[in-house]
């Protein structure tokens, strides 16, 4: 999914809404920090908030698409507007990890001009927690010292991540994830079945867009044919190498969930709240913790991104010592 067309989703609305509310009522802040409950992209909904908010002739939640601000901000043309955001490396395709402090500066430096057009200025930044320590520190006397018709929004999935001096002079606006009906009324009408929307839902841990995106990719798939392979890996008929270099062409975060998963549905099962099906027979508090630590390790491991062979190590390091742990007897 295109997440960085101006879109919105049903449970943004509210934001919406109230940003509406308060630019009529003339009350907009100066500064604006929403925080999304999902770890998905939202840049679109930082360009369609921002549509919206500099759209001439709204109609409730719809911007006109005819009005000056409208027609350039959809061409991308809009000199009024910027979105400060990790930028992409042209030769190595990567995305980079932080925003930088150039970038930041150049922000600065838009905000201090005049405007262009009389409207409102308004500049964005995604994902805010991956500021550089120096580029918040240079944000923030932008923020001590707002400029007159100036939104400044800082989007992010995580704002304990932000240093506090700037939290603190932000509004704080939260996007929620959907409650459960919501979420698969939603999934449905993306054309999965009851019983896809369902069980997605679950693998995303209740928000839909991960769903989705789990779904496109077929991750369900991909959980049983691991099951099969770590069967087999327990049991001593497959080589942690061979398990893991085709789990490695897997996308990172689809990877780091479906190892999450295994450890969350062991730890589970150790920890003795599953009273139904197949309780392991010594489950025990200490293998619970062995495994708890385990998975905050793996969170960690896996994060590492630059290339395969890192990966590869990390992730069999990983499965390793889950083999230890479940095949070790409990004293
Ligand atoms: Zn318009």
Sequence with gaps: MDGTSPRYLPWQENILRRALKLKRQRQLPHAVMIESASEQDISGFARYLSLLLLCDDPD????????????MMLAGTYSDFRLVTLEQDEKSKKISKNIKIEQIRDLKHEVSLTHQYDRLKIAAIYPAEAMSTAGANALLKTLEEPAAAVLLLL?????????????????????????????????????????????????????????????????????????????????????????????????????????????????????????????????????????????????????????????????????????????????
């Design 155 to 331: 989007l992010t999935h995580n704002r304990g991540r932000i240093p506090i001096t700037l939290r603190s002079r932000c509004q704080l606006w939260t996007i929620n994830l959907p409650n459960r009906a919501q979420a698969l009324d939603w999934l449905r009408q993306q054309g999965l079945s009851p019983q896809d929307a369902a069980s997605y839902l679950e693998f995303g841990g209740g928000d839909p867009v991960l769903a989705l995106h789990l779904q496109r990719n077929d991750y369900a798939a991909l959980v049983t044919s691991f099951k099969a392979r770590f069967g087999q890996f327990l049991r001593g008929e497959l080589g942690v190498s061979s398990l893991c270099r085709e789990l490695v062409a897997t996308e990172i975060p689809m990877l780091r969930r479906l190892v999450d998963l295994t450890l969350n549905a062991y730890c589970y099962q150790s920890s003795g709240v599953d009273s139904g099906a197949n309780p392991l027979p010594e489950a025990n508090r200490q293998r619970a913790q062995r495994l708890l630590d385990l998975r905050q390790r793996a969170q960690n491991q896996l994060r590492v991104e630059e290339n395969n062979l890192d990966l590869q190590l990390q992730l069999e390091d990983v499965l390793i010592s889950l083999k230890q742990i479940l095949t070790r007897r409990s004293i």
């Design 60 to 71: 409730d939640l719809s911007a006109c698409a005819n009005c000056e601000a409208c027609r």
